[in-house]
Nanobody, 118 residues
């Protein structure tokens, strides 16, 4: 069982920065892949960034060079540093965990709202 709690969302002007955090319960955090997804109004949920237990990372093209995913295994916490934010980044951001290590994210947080004003 993995519980995920996101924090750090808010309202920011275009060009600003936010850092999202995802606190995870359980002892398996360091051994599993974690990711950030987002869902904008009227759109499907999309994978934004992922971080594997070995340190391999993935980003969608639209956030490359602006967002950084990282993890602190000692604190069981996943982060998403978001810089140079754009109105198009406005969405609910979700933390997800692949607890079975099969490439499927089966645990999700409740989400945190990020709103970027122009």
């Amino acid at each position: 069982q993995v519980q995920l709690v996101e924090s750090g969302g808010g309202l920011v002007q275009a060009g600003g920065s936010l850092r999202l955090s995802c606190a995870a319960s359980g002892s398996i955090f360091s051994n599993i892949a974690m990711a950030w997804y987002r869902q904008a109004p009227g759109k499907q949920r999309e994978l934004v960034a992922a971080n594997g237990p070995g340190g391999k990372v993935y980003y969608i093209d639209s956030v490359k060079g602006r967002f950084t995913i990282s993890r602190d295994n000692a604190k069981n916490t996943l982060y998403l540093q978001m810089n140079s934010l754009k109105p198009g980044d406005t969405a609910i951001y979700y933390c997800a965990a692949d607890s079975r290590r099969i490439g499927v994210y089966d645990y999700w947080g409740q989400g945190t709202q990020v709103t970027v004003s122009s």
